[in-house]
């Protein structure tokens, strides 16, 4: 049987999911987002891409080499999670728009990549810098946070960008290298990285909120101490 040419589409183009934060510490609720979207949006692969400094937030407790190393040990043995330290690597804050444009040049234009990011965040994306050239970078995929209302929360820019851009079709993500806004509904953990956090600070048990491996790096750098 012939193939469709959705299905040509799909089999020469690779997509790439990119999940980045300050994976202070990394932990099973973004594993299992990760997951759950590779899986349900077919994706290739997905890359863990620790900032080294949020423009959007504090600045992480812990350093970035002990941050990158949590996340090495997090995603160790699933070939779809890649480690990428391309944001610790740059001096400065740590913009998006820099990482998708270093990656673009990397992975060149026939690769789809997909930016993962909270439907949370996206409320916030006009504040961005540089944002408005972002969706020409990459598709836009927003996990649904909950009791998030977004749709009410969002300023006439990004509702302009959302009505141009919405999708629910997930092949229409293989069709072109970027420009789409896919909204994905996943299995949320209710997990908290401040709690973790907290939990080795007062010395009680985080196990089975994130791996072991991670667990026992952390006592045995004595971090959130």
Request: charged share 25%; hydrophobic share 40%; glycine share 4%.
């Amino acid at each position: 049987m012939a193939k469709s040419a959705a299905d040509q589409t799909r089999t020469g183009r690779r997509l790439v999911g990119l999940l980045g934060g300050t994976f202070d510490p990394i932990h099973y609720g973004h594993l299992r987002m990760a997951e759950q979207l590779a899986d349900t949006l077919k994706l290739d692969e997905i890359r863990f891409i620790p900032s080294a400094n949020p423009p959007h937030r504090q600045s992480p407790q812990t350093s970035a080499a002990d941050r990158c190393e949590m996340v090495r040990l997090a995603i160790a043995g699933n070939p779809r999670f890649v480690l990428d330290d391309r944001e610790l690597l740059r001096a400065g804050a740590s913009y998006t728009i820099d990482t998708l444009l270093s990656l673009r040049a990397e992975l060149g234009n026939n690769t789809a990549l997909c930016l993962i990011m909270g439907s949370d965040a996206f409320i916030e994306f006009d504040s961005w810098h540089r944002w408005d050239v972002i969706p020409e970078l990459c598709h836009l995929l927003l996990v649904e946070r909950p009791n998030v209302q977004m749709s009410e929360a969002l300023r006439p820019a990004l509702q302009s960008l959302l009505r141009e851009r919405y999708t629910d079709q997930p092949a229409e993500l293989a069709e072109k290298t970027a420009g789409r806004i896919m909204i994905q509904r996943i299995t949320a953990l209710d997990i908290s990285a401040t709690a973790i956090r907290e939990d080795f600070r007062t010395q009680r048990s985080p196990r089975y909120l994130l791996p072991d491996s991670v667990v026992d790096f952390i006592q045995g750098h004595q971090l959130y101490r």
